[in-house]
């Protein structure tokens, strides 16, 4: 009788040993398929401007430079405490995703949306007079997450009312302009 439990106890352990990869697998499949990229989804750009002591983020280019002009956004999402340092977070919407639960940029910030590969983004202080534009996606993470720009190349009074540009740069990039992301930046704020 000992013999048998013992066999049924050993063969248990090595099916539930060989059980577990599978449930390991499928568990990394669904958190490999959490991140999601959407065909045609806005999950190339965003934009924050911290002004009046909030944290103002769009996805959309023309609702972000709208704010720059007017200080505020028509449609938004806004919750308190959850920026940087505590701030007032606040989503400006499109009139399309104002009914919406969640919105691009929200979905990236969680992780949920996979920023595209030539992810372009701007931080517009308005306190320092400064725009600070990024070419990827980490490197706007990380300053999202610092406040640092470690390596930045700088354009003094070249942003709109003679506001200073930062490109922000990091260790495998800072030796040389980023003419891209100047070039994308100044067509951004042409009119």
């Known amino acids: ?53 909030r944290e103002n ?27 940087t340092n505590g701030m007032t977070r606040s989503f400006g919407l499109t009139k399309a995703d104002k009914k919406k639960p969640t919105n691009p940029a929200e979905q990236m910030l969680k992780g949920e949306l ?22 990827n996606w980490q490197d706007f993470s990380d300053y999202l997450k610092t406040g640092i720009d470690t390596y930045h190349y700088t354009e003094i009074g070249a942003g709109p009312k003679g506001a200073t540009v930062v490109y922000v740069l990091n260790k495998s990039n800072n030796k040389v302009k980023p003419e891209a992301t100047v070039k994308q930046f100044k067509a951004n704020h042409a009119d």
């Open 1 to 53: 009788m000992k013999k048998l439990l013992i066999t049924l106890s050993v063969a248990s352990i090595m099916a539930g040993c060989a059980s577990s990869p599978e449930k390991v697998a499928s568990s990394e499949q669904k958190a490999i398929h959490k991140t999601v990229v959407a065909p045609n989804s806005d999950n190339n750009d965003m934009y924050v401007a911290y002004a009046d002591g």
């Open 57 to 83: 983020i769009f996805y959309d280019a023309d609702e972000y430079k709208s704010f720059l002009k007017v200080g505020e956004s028509t449609f938004r999402k806004t919750y308190i405490g959850a920026g």
């Open 114 to 135: 996979a920023p595209a590969s030539d992810f372009y983004a701007e931080v517009y202080n308005e306190e320092r007079n400064r725009f600070y534009v990024f070419g």
